[in-house]
């Protein structure tokens, strides 16, 4: 069974600059969480899909982050524009409806803001 | 903060001995769990305990939880060197979400 996918892998921007994350999880999994991990710290929800509804977004950004789940399945998280503080590995993780205590996690995807 | 708090932030351990980290939290949980992290991987979902569960076994894994005190601890028995990774856990938050702790860093040293 394929894992979460997540891409790409590494990227380096300037502040100010836009970046956009994509993760694709695991098939049938209607339910997809990004998650924003700071250097040193735990992961942090930022938010979470439903199929393609959002289930919590209580602590995106909403100034300058924005995520879609149009069809259901693949997942587009976008920050626009970056500030020094959003370095951090963001990580996409999946799971079954339903199943929140059984989440699937993807690589991440680590992002230095210069 | 709402995380929970993990001690200690950092360990280190000879290949062969045992490690453990422990994770304390405010409120009252249902379940917690116990995730690993390698270097610029993802989280692996290790052990789930539950409230009524006072010890679970995972091979080397043997997690506690302690509902009177609001803690869970994980030790890992035998360490090896690829056992080197952080170690969160992560108790619920409303019905559909988790909170992970700050995370214990352990290395084994070979």
């Known amino acids: 069974e394929a894992g979460v996918a997540q891409s790409p892998r590494y990227k380096i921007i300037e502040k100010r600059q836009s970046v956009a994350f994509w993760c694709n999880p695991i098939?049938?999994?209607?339910?997809l969480y990004w998650y924003q991990q700071i250097l040193g710290q735990g992961p942090k929800l930022l938010i979470q899909?439903?199929?393609?509804?959002?289930?919590?977004d209580s602590q995106l950004p909403k100034d300058r982050f924005s995520a879609e789940r149009l069809k259901g399945v693949d997942s587009t998280l976008k920050i626009q524009p970056a500030k020094l503080e959003d370095s951090a590995v963001y990580l996409c993780?999946?799971?079954?409806?339903?199943?929140?205590?059984?989440?699937?996690f993807g690589p991440g995807t680590r992002l230095t803001v210069l | 903060s709402q995380q929970g708090e993990e001690d200690p932030q950092a360990l280190s351990i000879q290949e062969g001995e045992n490690a453990t980290m422990n994770c304390s939290y405010k409120?009252?949980?249902?379940?917690l769990q116990w995730y690993r992290q390698n270097s610029g991987r993802g989280l692996v979902h290790l052990i789930l305990?539950?409230?009524?569960?006072r010890e679970k076994h995972s091979g080397r894994l043997r997690v506690t939880l302690d509902t009177s005190k609001k803690s869970s601890s994980l030790l890992i028995t035998a360490s090896r060197a690829a056992d080197t990774a952080s170690y969160f856990c992560?108790?619920?938050?409303?019905?559909?979400?988790?909170?992970f702790g700050t995370g214990t860093r352990l290395k084994v040293l070979a």
């Open positions: 993780a999946s799971s079954l409806i339903g199943e929140v205590d059984t989440q699937y």
């Open positions: 098939s049938g999994h209607a339910t």
């Open positions: 899909f439903q199929n393609n509804g959002v289930v919590d």
């Open positions: 409120t009252s949980i249902n379940n």
């Open positions: 305990i539950r409230s009524n569960e």
């Open positions: 992560a108790r619920p938050s409303g019905t559909y979400k988790y909170i």
